[in-house]
């Protein structure tokens, strides 16, 4: 079987409960998530869940379709890497003296474009923003050269490359629908 990792947003009203209901989805087919982030998203009243996971195509179908089934879900759709635009974020906390006395630490921050937002005698605190695999990367390198105390990151949030986000259609058609029933009963 030919696993892809895909992306699912979901688009919901911010019922307590839900998210339960979501991932019981992914349980029930015995998939793994990856990472989950939920927000809320530039509508208000409607939250946002960004959810990863390897499977295949028709696997991946199967469970947007319950997802979308549930009473208080407005939308959900899957999407490869290539139609969406992803991004992480990073903390690493790293052993100050180390950081001060091997230059190849800085030096393997700065290729990586991360920062360095906090420092004090004990830790210091770097930040970075980016793909997946590069956050992946700069943990190993910082692991070879011995001064990781700490490592966290995000789950994905991503965004479709396309010009507009089909909640917002969704919506437009609902509320049309909507005014359409009023002025018939009206």
Not at 5 to 23: D, F, R, W
Not at 130 to 146: A, R, V, W
Request: net charge neutral; proline share 1%; hydrophobic share 40%.
């Amino acid at each position: 079987m030919d696993k892809t990792l895909y992306t699912i947003i979901v688009h919901s009203e911010n019922i307590a409960g839900l998210l339960n209901q979501v991932t019981a989805v992914f349980t029930r087919r015995q998939i793994n998530i990856e990472s989950l982030n939920v927000s809320a998203s530039s509508i208000q009243g409607v939250h946002k869940y960004t959810i990863t996971a390897w499977t295949d195509k028709d696997t991946i179908e199967k469970v947007v379709k319950q997802i979308s089934k549930k009473i208080d879900v407005l939308q959900a759709h899957y999407f490869t890497d290539s139609e969406i635009y992803q991004h992480e974020i990073a903390l690493y906390k790293l052993t100050t003296p180390v950081l001060e006395n091997k230059h190849e630490v800085s030096k393997v921050i700065r290729q990586f474009h991360a920062r360095i937002v906090e420092v004090n005698p004990v830790f210091a605190i770097v930040e970075m923003n980016g793909m997946s695999e590069e956050i992946t990367q700069l943990y190993h390198e910082l692991q070879k050269l011995g001064c990781v105390l700490q490592f966290v990151r995000s789950g994905r949030v991503a965004i479709t490359t396309s010009c507009i986000e089909r909640v917002n259609e969704y919506l437009a058609e609902r509320e049309a629908k909507y005014r359409q029933s009023k002025e018939q009963q009206s």
